[in-house]
């Protein structure tokens, strides 16, 4: 709704109303439909201001009405009867003017911004471009290279920014609308013409040509196959090249495209996905609006190693203080420059002052009896991770929550060495930690829901996207990736080179591939898992790495790729080659490839001809295989949180909405069939047998992803 007043005797005020972002459903555009109508017939009104209720201007089209059939005034005639309204039309923008909310914004003759205000053109993050005008206004208000910025990459911008950028005209620390009243009665009688900007002609800009091509090359090369930016910037070149109704036509075209597309659906759906997981249960029944967050004011880190670091500067950064312990003294040395660096590096990129003082270092676990929350990053080494929690339960204070960032270990296990388990959680930061924003917050069956809901909200301030997820080997995402990966392996053994599996991972849209990464991340790191877990140990009659473990089929191939010291980037050579260690650019190796040769050759294995097909369904479908076993066994919720998890933490791109949303796309039956066909041909790989859950959704006619839960909650009472 929107709602229309005459205030200070002659000015309209329209007020958009649809709690909690003002979003522009059919009956908000409606609304303003009538009142600008009224606002231009009522004599007494001289001009008009619009502004938004509750502090927000607007959050853009209501995305969820994207779904069904469209209803209500369309955007684009109802904005052009704002810019050619004969009395001035003034935005007040208060707290955000995004999408369509600010494509309203530039059909007003003036903006004027309150100084918190944040501004921007996310479509492309949807799938989407700016179609109510903004691929065409915006350019022509703020040149087109300001545009091209704003309108590929979504970025929303402050009200500082935007005034510099000419994109309002006023920013205010008072109450907008009152300053947008006086405005708009200030400017009554002023000629309009020069304020209408589908009027004006795009800014110069020299060598047009050659900007778009560059910006077009860069793009292509960021979207990783999303085809909304690529869309944005023909939209702007549009409105760059041709008159405004030529370049509006050429709008609605590139829209009409990215509007039915699966890759706005699978944006769209992450969306929602990512304000999802917050909405966390537990298997108790427990749950997010019904369980408080103890308070956390001072925290603790162990442990200052690679993770460590970075989940302190996380912490000082989102305004903890910190207690950090290591007992190594050289270690605790390095750690501390190399924090100071981190704080510094990332205070000047956000122009604020580095908080060095928020982190007090200690080598002494002692001095952690204070802090409200302990986050432990020792060594992943079970028998140290005990010590350690036995230690912090005698010295934390009482209801201090305990966390973990272990990535494999169990954290049951962990609980038990502590006199309240129940406050006992994993946190598990992905590396970097200070830059990577995914955190699983795993609960164990002792786990309270007061613990949960600490860690969860300790997640949200310190600005991580945070899925609750239930405690088993691996987690959600590592548990996952371990078929990814198992089956990489699999098709080297089986003919494929590490190329051509990262070259269809990469066309798939992952920004490495799993080899290219592995080299990356070190592949001792790996192995060290691998030999931990009984894996990795050589045939007693051959003495070679057997391919067979634990009773199923395994691929020793990364594990003799480590015994000659080949460990990734690091050492110069791994999977590829590297001309210094340490260098990223990788090659094809041919050493590598004469090594899986000769591999094959002994073990009387025959190459044969991969295609990117079956790299992408063995590797895929068998974690989402898995992924379907972990909803079948309680580990994740639903299969948003599955989804968030992939995105945020593993680089699955998100225009392909993430594992589960992407088998929900190819079809239940379709992901079924092939898993059924490959594990027809490798029976002894039991990632590759299609799992319960996903024969009894196909069973129950495949229903969409988002009736998943509903039907397992079916399926299993039925049980
Ligand atoms: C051929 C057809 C032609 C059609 C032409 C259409 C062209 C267009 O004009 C296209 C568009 O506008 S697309 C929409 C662009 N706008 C956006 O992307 C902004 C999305 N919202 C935000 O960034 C934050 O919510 C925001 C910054 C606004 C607020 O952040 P907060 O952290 O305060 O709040 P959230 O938790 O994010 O949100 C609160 C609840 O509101 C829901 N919501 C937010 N924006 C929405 C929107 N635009 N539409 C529908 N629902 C929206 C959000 O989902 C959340 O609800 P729950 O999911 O239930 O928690
Ligand atoms: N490195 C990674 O990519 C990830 C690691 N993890 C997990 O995080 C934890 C830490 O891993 P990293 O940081 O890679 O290890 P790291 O080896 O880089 O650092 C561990 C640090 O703990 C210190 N330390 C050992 N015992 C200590 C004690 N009793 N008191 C204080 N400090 C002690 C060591 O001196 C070392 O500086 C492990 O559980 C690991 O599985 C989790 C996610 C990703």
Same mark, same amino acid.
């Given at each position: ?45 001289? *001009? ?70 944040? =501004?921007?053109?996310?479509? +492309?993050?949807?799938?989407? =471009? ?14 087109? /290279?300001?545009?091209?910025? !704003?309108?590929?990459?979504?970025? &929303? ?31 009554? @009688? ?22 778009? #091509? ?10 990783? @196959? ?21 370049? %509006? ?46 308070? +956390? ?45 981190? !704080? ?52 934390? $204070? ?23 388990? #129940? ?10 930690? &200070? ?14 829901? #007061? ?60 920004? %490495? ?46 594990? =003799?790729? *480590?015994?000659? @010291? ?72 639903? /299969? ?29 039956? $379709? ?21 319960? !859950? ?15 839960? #509903? ?9």
């Amino acid at each position: 709704m929107a709602a229309f007043a005459r205030v200070s005797g002659s000015v309209g005020l329209i007020t958009l109303q649809n709690p909690p972002v003002n979003a522009l459903s059919a009956a908000v555009r409606q609304g303003i439909v009538d009142s600008v109508q009224r606002a231009l017939r009522e004599p007494e009104v001289k *001009c008009v201001v619009i502004c938004g209720q509750n502090g927000i201007f607007c959050g853009g089209a209501d995305i969820r009405e994207f779904s069904g059939p469209m209803s209500g005034p369309p955007l684009i005639p109802m904005i052009h009867s704002i810019e050619v309204a004969a009395k001035p039309v003034v935005a007040a923008i208060e707290g955000s003017a995004l999408g369509g909310g600010l494509e309203i914004a530039l059909g007003c003759h003036y903006r004027i911004a309150h100084s918190k205000t944040r =501004l921007g053109l996310p479509e +492309v993050t949807l799938g989407l =471009l700016p179609a109510a005008g903004g691929s065409q206004r915006l350019p022509r208000l703020i040149g087109v /290279p300001a545009a091209l910025d !704003l309108i590929t990459t979504g970025r &929303h911008v402050t009200a500082a920014e935007a005034l510099q950028l000419g994109m309002v005209d006023q920013v205010t620390d008072r109450n907008v609308t009152d300053v947008a009243v006086k405005f708009a009665l200030s400017v009554v @009688g002023k000629p309009l013409d020069a304020r209408r900007i589908s009027m004006h002609s795009c800014p110069h800009s020299p060598d047009l040509d050659e900007l778009f #091509e560059r910006t077009m090359q860069h793009v292509r090369q960021r979207a990783r @196959g999303a085809i909304a930016p690529v869309a944005c910037v023909q939209a702007v070149r549009a409105a760059a090249t041709l008159p405004y109704a030529q370049g %509006m036509e050429k709008e609605r075209e590139l829209m009409a495209t990215l509007f039915t597309s699966g890759q706005a659906r699978a944006l769209q759906y992450c969306f929602f996905a990512q304000r999802a997981i917050g909405r966390w249960s537990m298997p108790s029944g427990a749950r997010w609006d019904t369980s408080k967050p103890r308070p +956390v004011h001072k925290t603790a880190v162990i442990g200052l190693g690679t993770m460590g670091r970075g989940i302190a500067v996380t912490l000082a950064q989102a305004g903890f203080p910190v207690i950090a312990v290591e007992n190594h003294e050289k270690q605790l040395m390095a750690a501390k420059q190399a924090i100071s660096g981190m !704080l510094e590096r990332g205070a000047k990129r956000r122009g604020v002052t580095p908080v060095l003082n928020k982190i007090t270092y200690s080598r002494d676990i002692q001095s952690v009896a204070n802090a409200d929350l302990v986050i432990e990053a020792v060594f992943e080494d079970m028998a140290l991770k005990e010590k350690v929690f036995q230690q912090l339960s005698a010295i934390c $204070k009482p209801g201090a929550l305990l966390c973990t960032n272990t990535s494999g270990l169990n954290i049951d296990h962990l609980a038990s060495q502590v006199r309240n388990p #129940e406050l006992v959680v994993g946190m598990h930061f992905f590396a970097p930690a &200070h830059v990577m924003k995914l955190l699983e917050v795993v609960y164990g069956p002792r786990s309270s829901s #007061e613990a949960l809901a600490t860690a969860m909200a300790v997640g949200k301030k310190i600005g991580k996207v945070s899925v609750a997820v239930g405690n088993c080997q691996g987690f959600v995402g590592n548990r996952m990736l371990e078929h990814y990966v198992e089956q990489a392996l699999f098709l080297l053994e089986e003919g494929a080179t590490p190329e051509l599996v990262d070259q269809a991972l990469e066309e798939f849209g992952f920004a %490495m591939g799993v080899f290219r990464m592995s080299d990356l991340s070190g592949l001792d790191i790996g192995w060290r898992v691998r030999k931990g877990k009984g894996l990795a140990v050589p045939d007693p009659t051959t003495g070679q790495t057997a391919r067979v473990q634990q009773g199923r089929r395994y691929s020793p191939v990364a594990d =003799l790729i *480590c015994e000659q @010291g080949r460990f990734g980037q690091k050492t110069g050579q791994g999977w590829y080659q590297y001309n210094t260690p340490g260098s990223r650019v990788g090659k094809p190796d041919p050493w590598v490839h004469n090594f899986l040769k000769d591999y094959r050759a002994r073990h009387g294995l025959v190459a044969r001809r991969i295609d990117h097909q079956e790299v992408l369904e063995r590797c895929l479908y068998s974690m989402i295989n898995e992924g379907f076993r972990i909803l079948e066994d309680g580990i994740a919720a639903g /299969p948003e949180d599955i989804d968030v998890i992939y995105v945020f933490g593993y680089s699955w791109p998100r225009h392909r909405g993430g594992p589960m949303f992407y088998a929900h796309m190819v079809g239940l039956p $379709k992901v079924l069939e092939r898993l059924e066909h490959y594990h027809q041909a490798h029976p002894d790989v039991p990632s590759l047998q299609p799992c319960n !859950l996903l024969r009894k959704l196909v069973a129950n006619g495949s229903p969409p992803i988002q009736k998943w839960k #509903e039907v397992m909650k079916k399926i299993n009472s039925r049980l």
